[in-house]
């Protein structure tokens, strides 16, 4: 059962939906603009040069997420504007110690740039986690370079809780409390 919520404090209003194997191309395409974004910047230190759509391990991963129940996609104006993924926490972090909603991944489209996208899906993860009692959300992300990642989680309401690597990769591990459920 698919569900879409509109989320209308943004003009226009950010439609939400599952994701499906047909959204592979478009969260490809947002992947692959935002490498060029970076690298056009001189940030090759998130997630390299090289587009994801030429990379068959992380179009393998892209269709997985479509196909594992986790994947939504923000729409705007009709289009694909961004793409969300909850599932298990990555194995390179410490696991937490109660349930948890993990944020597996976040892009936005470069088009829409600015319109609210990325905090309309954090904010979905955050209604995900409440509607299942779950207290806890935690994302993980790239720390390196001007740090501005970081900082753009901390400016959606997350925490840093700790720094870790992978390889030569530094990452932060970031956490959003949720007021306690009620019965």
Same mark, same amino acid.
């Given at each position: 059962?698919? %569900? #879409? &919520? =509109?989320?209308?404090?943004?003009?226009?209003?950010?439609?939400? /939906?599952?994701?499906? !194997?047909?959204?592979? @191309? $478009?969260?490809?395409?947002?992947?692959?603009?935002?490498?060029?974004?970076?690298?056009?910047?001189?940030?090759?230190?998130?997630?390299?040069?090289?587009?994801?759509?030429?990379?068959?391990? %992380? #179009? &393998? =991963?892209?269709?997985?997420?479509?196909?594992?129940?986790?994947? /939504?996609?923000?729409? !705007?104006?009709?289009? @694909? $504007?961004?793409?969300?993924?909850?599932?298990?926490?990555?194995?390179?972090?410490?696991?937490?110690?109660?349930?948890?909603?993990?944020?597996?991944?976040?892009?936005?489209?470069?088009?829409?740039?600015?319109?609210?996208?990325?905090?309309?899906?954090?904010?979905?993860?955050?209604?995900?986690?409440?509607?299942?009692?779950?207290?806890?959300?935690?994302?993980?992300?790239?720390?390196?370079?001007?740090?501005?990642?970081?900082?753009?989680?901390?400016?959606?309401?997350?925490?840093?809780?700790?720094?870790?690597?992978?390889?030569?990769?530094?990452?932060?591990?970031?956490?959003?409390?949720?007021?306690?459920?009620?019965?």
């Amino acid at each position: 059962m698919s %569900r #879409v &919520e =509109r989320v209308p404090c943004y003009d226009p209003p950010v439609i939400i /939906r599952d994701g499906h !194997l047909g959204d592979v @191309p $478009a969260v490809l395409a947002m992947f692959d603009g935002a490498v060029a974004w970076l690298t056009s910047l001189g940030r090759t230190g998130q997630w390299g040069s090289e587009p994801f759509s030429t990379d068959a391990a %992380r #179009v &393998e =991963r892209i269709t997985s997420w479509a196909t594992s129940g986790g994947m /939504r996609v923000a729409e !705007l104006d009709g289009r @694909p $504007a961004g793409c969300l993924v909850v599932g298990p926490a990555m194995p390179y972090v410490t696991p937490a110690s109660e349930p948890e909603l993990y944020v597996r991944g976040l892009v936005v489209d470069r088009r829409f740039h600015g319109r609210g996208v990325g905090a309309a899906l954090l904010e979905r993860a955050r209604a995900e986690a409440a509607g299942l009692g779950i207290g806890l959300v935690r994302v993980d992300c790239y720390a390196g370079g001007d740090g501005r990642l970081v900082a753009y989680y901390e400016s959606q309401g997350f925490t840093r809780t700790e720094r870790f690597t992978v390889g030569d990769w530094p990452g932060q591990l970031l956490e959003a409390r949720l007021p306690a459920a009620t019965g």
